[in-house]
């Protein structure tokens, strides 16, 4: 089964920019899909098809996609985007799974 | 607005058997394909099991084929999930979310709330 491949944390200063990636055996070839989940809170769903923004979410994040690592990236980050940060994609050989990376939690310093 | 609220969790034996249920509103629910993403304490999202929009396809991952049914009531805008033979393993929050499938991908883009479910003696 497909496997992805997240840092388990990251930390950044406020202002900054943070990158969280997600490794995967070519998973430039996959659309990738990114969560945000707050302490408590279901996930929201923040970037998908690799770097599309639902409405609502603020142009701070962004996504790119290549080889083998996605990456999510926010910009002037804020002590709101502490959180933990998941990728997803769906692993079509694979009885129409959807897999779930290991998770990052994000802190702001 | 989109709403999806689950219900049915609880504390359960281990072997017992436990039906969640994820009440839908605010879109067509027969339009969309339905799945179940679960969270166990301290851990990351597992995603559990998907149905399409009339029920004729079901997915499950490894872990609960042959013990947990995906179903689906269009007509009451309702989603399922029937769990026997629990384990300590499935002990988690379990969360409906509406699985957006386009061509070559899925996503979920709205999500329950969540219900917990223990399995413990």
């Known amino acids: 089964s497909y496997v992805l491949t997240q840092p388990p944390s990251v930390s950044v200063a406020p202002g900054k920019t943070a990158r969280i990636t997600c490794g995967g055996n070519n998973i430039g070839s996959k659309s990738v899909h990114w969560y945000q989940q707050k302490p408590g809170q279901a996930p929201v769903l923040v970037i998908y098809y690799d770097s599309d923004r639902p409405s609502g979410i603020p142009e701070r994040f962004s996504g790119s996609n290549s080889g083998n690592t996605a990456t999510l990236t926010i910009s002037r980050v804020e002590a709101g985007d502490e959180a933990d940060y998941y990728c997803q994609v769906w692993d079509s050989s694979s009885d129409h799974r959807e897999v779930f990376g290991g998770g990052t939690k994000l802190t702001v310093l | 607005e989109v709403q999806l609220v689950e219900s049915g969790g609880g504390l359960v034996q281990p072997g017992g058997s436990l039906r969640l249920s994820c009440a839908a509103s605010g879109f067509t629910f027969s339009s969309y394909w339905m799945s179940w993403v679960r969270q166990a304490p301290g851990k990351g999202l597992e995603w559990v099991a998907n149905i399409k929009q009339d029920g004729s396809e079901k997915y499950y991952v490894d872990s609960v084929k042959g013990r947990f049914t995906i179903s689906r009531d269009n007509a009451k805008n309702s989603l399922y999930l029937q769990m026997n033979s629990l384990r300590a393993e499935d002990t988690a929050v379990y969360y409906c979310?509406?699985?957006?499938?386009?061509?070559?991908?899925?996503?979920?883009?709205?999500w329950g709330q969540g219900t917990l479910v223990t399995v413990s003696s």
């Open positions: 979310a509406r699985d957006i499938a386009a061509a070559g991908t899925r996503n979920f883009d709205y």
